[in-house]
């Protein structure tokens, strides 16, 4: 079911027992009675119309059954809304765009479930005003912002001493952008009084210096106290939190607009899987750790009573604490973020997978990565790629660039040419197989087996893919080795009017692309494939092949790493994409 109906959009989503979950739009009877034909079902705990509308009743904490909520309950909150002067059901956290300017905008605004887990689950006491940005002029802001823009450095906000109001709007605006990802209910950014704690959301890397993350919350502070002595005393921009029972709440602005606030509250449907699965993949085709992926997400949204700010916060400090990048954060599921943080606390949401407990099978080395036994294969090839063809009906379910180009008339023990969801599809096929979960190496994996060429491609990395318009350039005398022959040549050839190469730069306009009238031409590997043994595994070593990683849309290879559409095999982008596929020895 959607998120919203065109008529009714819902503020957030009310969780009720066994998985089920309703969009509340409104507390009147009727609403509530519409928003329960609007639940999202567990699929094997099918909800009756009577018992979820008491169950909707119960979670809004109120005693009794829907009947008693008609006859006593909302009679009682509707006389409870008037005495305190909320004359109009209002969104309070759908903020114009122009909110961005301060960062309230729609990606980085504090949001209805961080203030409602602050309330019912945070420390006592419980805020009573907060800022949400309610009846700002945030034209006004934005148009002031285009004329002063952001500073280059930073300031040191923590030495500025802010006179009067004009300087510190000054200031503020010289330096919001230092804000953006800063929101939220973990501290007292935003809740009226005085400003004891303030929780910086920037995550350092593992060998961050203490005086780098000491500099940066000393300029947090002092851009936070800017933003407040702006606000403070303001009629705008602020709400009054109005508890109800244990369970719901009402925020109510100065201009008689109210919204509503309960417990366990979520921002978003709970999420599904439907007969076409994730990841662009049928359900058919999904290996364990994509569908583990999903159950994961639903386990984590289920859960009650738990801060999932206050968790979130931690859960990305400890990745990167436990060593993790930028770049692998990138590439990590949220959900999967958190269940590292709790498995390491001891309170992992997953069973561990089954593990391959015997001798390698045929096509598989064992390596050991980081600690970890792993056993790795070789490249898939078109034999057994057409063996899981035959035996899944795999191509009457698949979406994407035509695989026959990649393959036809390819030797049955040369490499597929597959896109990230074929390789996913085989996974789903080969651990059925075997009885153990497989799936690709990670990134991270493939360059502690094989490292970068040089420096100079590893530096090119994550960027747009560097070789789509002009093949790469000679470097100390030795040319890049190619291992695919195209049906059609895909640059043109130098002239007068074509360099061969952009300058040294690369800034260089246009290019040598060749544009293909029947795209994608067919592509074979190169009769003479440029092979490498890297741990005891063969690795095709040219500018033209990569290998798909676990992270969705993700290839390595030696002159390149970065993403690219998962649905295709690489030829808009000049390249051949392999796969191979590994499990977790015992």
């Known amino acids: 079911m959607s998120e919203h109906d065109n008529n009714h959009p819902a503020l957030g989503w009310l969780l009720l027992r066994d998985g089920h979950a309703i969009p509340i739009t409104g507390l009147e009877p009727e609403a509530l009675k519409k928003a329960r034909m609007r639940a999202v079902l567990y699929p094997e705990e099918p909800l009756k119309h009577t018992t979820g509308l008491n169950a909707i009743v119960g979670a809004l904490g109120f005693k009794g059954d829907f009947g008693d909520y008609k006859r006593t309950h909302w009679p009682r909150l509707h006389q409870f809304l008037r005495e305190h002067g909320c004359e109009q059901q209002m969104n309070a956290f759908a903020l114009p765009w122009d909110a961005t300017v301060l960062s309230f905008g729609p990606s980085s605004r504090p949001t209805r479930q961080c203030l409602s887990d602050r309330y019912f689950l945070g420390p006592a006491p419980a805020p009573r005003r907060v800022f949400l940005g309610v009846g700002v002029d945030w034209d006004a802001w934005q148009s002031r912002a285009q004329r002063m823009w952001p500073t280059v450095h930073w300031y040191q906000y923590h030495d500025l001493v802010v006179k009067n109001r004009e300087d510190a709007i000054k200031w503020l605006l010289k330096g919001r952008n230092g804000l953006f990802g800063q929101w939220g209910f973990l501290d007292d950014k935003l809740v009226d009084g005085p400003l004891e704690k303030i929780v910086d959301k920037t995550y350092f890397t593992a060998d961050s210096s203490p005086e780098t993350r000491r500099e940066s919350m000393l300029t947090l502070r002092g851009l936070v106290q800017v933003f407040r002595a702006v606000f403070d005393g303001a009629d705008v921009g602020w709400v009054d939190i109005l508890p109800y029972n244990d369970r719901l709440a009402f925020l109510r602005a100065s201009n008689g607009g109210y919204d509503i606030l309960w417990k366990d509250l979520r921002d978003a449907p709970p999420p599904q899987v439907e007969n076409t699965g994730s990841h662009g993949l049928h359900t058919m085709d999904l290996p364990a750790n994509l569908r583990q992926e999903t159950d ?291």
């Open 296 to 586: 994961l997400e639903r386990l984590l949204y289920f859960r009650c009573n738990v801060w999932r700010e206050q968790e979130a916060h931690a859960a990305e400090q400890h990745f990167y604490d436990r060593g993790g990048s930028p770049q692998e954060r990138r590439n990590t599921p949220s959900g999967t973020v958190v269940e590292l943080f709790l498995r390491a606390q001891g309170t992992p949401m997953l069973p561990e997978h089954s593990t391959w407990d015997d001798d390698p099978p045929a096509g598989f080395r064992e390596v050991e990565i980081s600690g970890q036994r792993l056993l790795i294969s070789n490249l898939v090839s078109v034999s057994e790629f057409r063996r899981m063809l035959e035996e899944m009906d795999y191509l009457a379910r698949r979406e994407g660039d035509a695989w026959e180009r990649a393959n036809l008339g390819e030797p049955a023990d040369v490499p597929v040419g597959a896109s990230w969801r074929d390789a996913q599809a085989f996974c789903a096929w080969k651990e059925r197989l075997l009885g153990v979960p497989l799936r690709l190496l990670s990134c991270k994996e493939h360059r502690a087996i094989r490292p970068f060429l040089s420096k100079h491609y590893e530096h090119l990395s994550y960027q747009d893919f560097p070789w789509e318009s002009w093949p790469p350039r000679p470097i100390g005398g030795i040319v890049p080795p190619s291992a695919v022959r195209w049906s059609e040549p895909r640059f043109e050839e130098p002239s007068q009017e074509i360099p061969e190469f952009p300058d040294d730069g690369g800034a260089s306009n246009g290019g040598r692309k060749r544009w293909i009238k029947d795209f994608p031409p067919s592509a074979r590997w190169s009769s003479e494939i440029p092979w490498a043994t890297h741990q005891g595994l063969g690795f095709i070593d040219a500018w033209d092949a990569y290998e798909w990683c676990q992270e969705q849309g993700w290839i390595s290879g030696r002159y390149w790493e970065g993403p690219i559409a998962d649905h295709c095999w690489g030829a808009y982008k000049n390249v051949k994409l392999g796969f191979r596929v590994v499990m977790t020895a015992g």
